[in-house]
């Protein structure tokens, strides 16, 4: 039975790249996650009507 692999991290660098692309010290790490997520969920919903594809932040 073959190993099952995520799909996403296969593809990076052959024909995408990271959504996010920021650093963080170790102890803000967590709430600037958060801060990405609300962010991305937030666009998403107001850009519905757009047809906005991708969000890189």
């Known amino acids: 039975m073959g190993q099952k692999i995520n799909p996403i991290g296969m593809?990076?660098?052959v024909?995408?790249?990271w959504d996010s692309?920021?650093?963080a010290e170790s102890k803000d790490f967590?709430?600037?996650l958060l801060e990405?997520?609300?962010m991305r969920e937030f666009i998403k919903e107001e850009c519905k009507q757009a047809g906005v594809s991708r969000v890189i932040i």
């Open 11 to 13: 593809r990076l660098q």
């Open 15 to 17: 024909n995408r790249t």
């Open 21 to 23: 692309r920021w650093y």
């Open 30 to 32: 967590g709430n600037l």
């Open 36 to 38: 990405d997520i609300k």
